[in-house]
């Protein structure tokens, strides 16, 4: 039965992924105004440098969260990255360094800033994952697919949030100047409250944290409950899984971030004679289209596999890639155009994020389940700091050998629709299907292979599943 304390740790687990999300995303907006505040001293390597090292602290927050999270308890390392988040955005909004804040001082110090933070963010993806996943068996086993999709779509509305808020101060500080312009000391007004703003959510996050639980699932299934650590046990039965859950994150994220993260600077090469404020609002159009993704999802988690409908979103995301790829020179000259299309394209890939993101939090045991989703999200993490590694490198190569601002945009979609279907046969080869199933089953299982010291017979084939239905029948006091 859902108890109130299971109820508030899922509404702080959303609130938790809106903030993290939020502290992510909102450089996508505002590499636009760093870009016109600080011109060339804003290098390509500079803007790169920031927009990874979020993902860098958050590939070392994941691992080692994660599996702090199994050993020390999911409530100590919820209140650890929540507080990183709330430090976190406050140092990031008083980046400076050198002598009266000189510009690469002060870009350099928001590049080691934004790493601290991105340490807490990524820690919050397996504590609070994890903790969601296992808290919703305790409101409704059936419906716990989309209890976890409908905290994992907050990060869809923290990037709308984000966008809006950069879209809202860019006008605000456009009106303040008479609408002539923006002046230097008003754009940095526009990034630092922008980049401050996550500090109050991260505020009440801690609060409530010092008040919560440990998940029941976690209690009675942690590592002490366990006479003999199952360290190896778990990587023979479970090892397949977490190399399939770390390729399908891996190459699902080089496709996603390079396309969020730089969403704007390909809706530059579109519409480069744009204000960044048009640049701002088309962005935000693109955000607006594609945020529906989450909640179709959410209500067909649970009626359609898990598995079939990561292959269906992973399919038409490689579909629409290759699609934008070869029309980008028609939509270029109907801006509009552009956008819806590119819109559809984050649509259907929200289809493979969600479960990308939410099967890992179920397909593994309770005892390891925080350090294999936190290891399966650091592999997810790399492939988006590889693919903004060397993405925006291939587009600007390709322009400037063919002499064309948009070729190396066709290239980079039509590279990116070729991952999504490796990503599709590695989840078509690779993910178990885990609907109906209870988490409670894994644990079990694991008990009575060391019991009864089978873990060298048989294989994952014949893991003992149950439906949730019988499995809380026969579990009935």
């Known amino acids: 039965m859902a108890t109130s304390a299971s109820k508030w740790n899922i509404a702080t687990s959303a609130l938790s992924f809106f903030t993290a999300s939020y502290d992510i995303f909102v450089f996508n907006s505002l590499n636009l ?27 070392l927050g994941e691992i080692f969260f994660g599996a702090c999270s199994d050993f020390v308890g999911r409530k100590s390392c919820l209140l650890t990255t929540a507080s990183i988040l ?10 400076t360094f050198g002598v009266d804040g000189s510009v690469f001082g ?34 409704s086993p059936r419906k716990r697919g989309r209890i976890v999709l409908f905290v994992l779509s907050m990060q869809g509305i923290g990037n709308l949030v984000a966008t809006s808020v950069v879209v809202a101060l860019i006008g605000i500080t456009l009106r303040a100047n008479g609408g002539s312009g923006w002046t230097n000391p008003s754009l940095e007004v ?36 366990f006479q003999k650590h199952p360290y190896r046990l778990v990587l023979k039965r479970f090892g397949w899984r977490l190399v399939s859950t770390c390729a399908v994150w891996f190459l699902f994220d080089v496709v996603f971030y390079t396309n969020s993260l730089f969403s704007s600077l390909i809706i530059g090469s579109v519409v480069p004679n744009a204000t960044i404020l048009k640049k701002a609002e088309l962005q935000l159009a693109l955000v ?96 988006a700091v590889v693919g903004t590694q060397i993405f925006e490198p291939i587009q600007k190569a390709v322009d400037n050998h ?20 490796i990503a599709l046969v590695v989840s ?34 014949q893991l003992v599943s149950q439906t949730v239905e019988e499995f809380y029948t026969e579990n009935k006091e």
Not at 33 to 59: H, P, W
Not at 344 to 362: L, N, Q
Not at 402 to 421: D, M, P, T
């Open 288 to 383: 607006s289209i594609g945020l529906p993704g989450y909640y179709v999802s959410l209500f067909a988690v649970d009626k359609f596999d898990r598995k079939t409908w990561q292959i269906f979103g992973l399919f038409m995301m490689g579909c629409i890639s290759i699609v934008i790829g070869g029309v980008l020179p028609y939509l270029k000259s109907v801006p509009a155009a552009f956008i819806i299309t590119y819109g559809i394209y984050f649509f259907f890939s929200i289809f493979g994020e969600c479960t990308t993101y939410m099967i890992p939090s179920e397909v593994f045991p309770t005892v390891l389940r925080g350090t294999f989703y936190g290891i399966a999200a650091a592999f997810g993490r790399t492939g």
């Open 86 to 95: 709330l430090l976190g955005s406050i140092l990031c909004a008083c980046s």
């Open 33 to 59: 105004v760093l870009d016109a505040e600080y011109g060339s001293f804003y290098t390509s390597g500079l803007r790169t440098r920031i927009t990874n090292s979020i993902l860098v602290g958050a590939i």
């Open 402 to 421: 063919s002499h064309s601002n948009i070729l190396g945009a066709r290239v980079v979609f039509f590279i990116n629709g070729g991952i999504a279907f």
């Open 106 to 139: 002060t870009l350099w110090a928001l590049v080691i800033c934004r790493g601290f933070l991105g340490f807490g963010v990524g820690g919050e993806w397996p504590c609070t994952a994890t903790t969601c996943s296992e808290t919703s068996e305790e409101i």
């Open 190 to 225: 526009i990034w630092r409250v922008a980049i401050a703003l996550p500090a109050i959510p991260s505020l009440f996050i801690l609060i409530y944290r010092w008040k919560m639980l440990d998940p029941r699932q976690f209690s009675n299934n942690n590592y002490k409950t």
């Open 428 to 461: 078509i080869l690779g993910i178990p299907e885990y609907k109906g199933k209870c988490l409670e089953q894994d644990d079990m299982d694991l008990r009575s292979w060391m019991n009864e010291g089978t873990s060298s017979k048989d294989n994952d084939n």
